[in-house]
């Protein structure tokens, strides 16, 4: 039986170390997401906000396009990057949209790759290379967090 007791700590570790896409993708309504965070490598990503697309915007280039809405906070002791490029969502039609602007009030650029220092966060918005059809599925890395409805 001391062999049995040996193993169980390791295994405990083990379980605990396995990637995101073993834990299994959410399920739930775009306007839960934001009660749902996912966590990767000391990253927490939340999905504030998404949506399909938005027929009048502000500015005429982001009409017809999805937006998407990200806090991510490092919950590590050391520097981690996140790079929007790792997010991506395809819609029930096969098409794959992703971060092509970043917005905020001054003007609007190429999604910034973001290195956050140990317990900081930021918020950013990104509008997507095109529309998204629901439900739809998100990944972040190689890993499928999410299917979302709308």
Do not use: W
Request: proline share 6%; charged share 25%; net charge positive.
């Amino acid at each position: 039986m001391l062999v049995g007791r040996n193993l169980v700590l390791p295994l405990l570790l083990a379980l605990m170390a396995l990637p995101m896409a073993a834990q299994g993708a959410l399920k739930c309504a775009a306007k839960e997401l934001p009660s749902h965070p996912f966590v990767s490598s000391d990253l927490s990503v939340t999905i504030t906000a998404l949506s399909g697309y938005k027929v009048f915007d502000r500015e005429r280039k982001f009409a017809g396009r999805a937006r998407v809405e990200v806090t991510v906070e490092n919950k590590g002791a050391a520097f981690k990057r996140f790079d929007p490029q790792d997010l991506s969502f395809v819609g029930k039609d096969g098409v794959q949209v992703f971060p092509v602007f970043e917005r905020n009030l001054a003007d609007d650029t190429l999604p910034m790759s973001l290195r956050l220092a140990p317990g900081a966060r930021a918020s950013r918005e990104y509008a997507l290379t095109g529309r998204l059809a629901f439900p739809t599925k998100v990944y972040f890395g190689d890993a499928l967090v999410a299917e979302v409805s709308e």
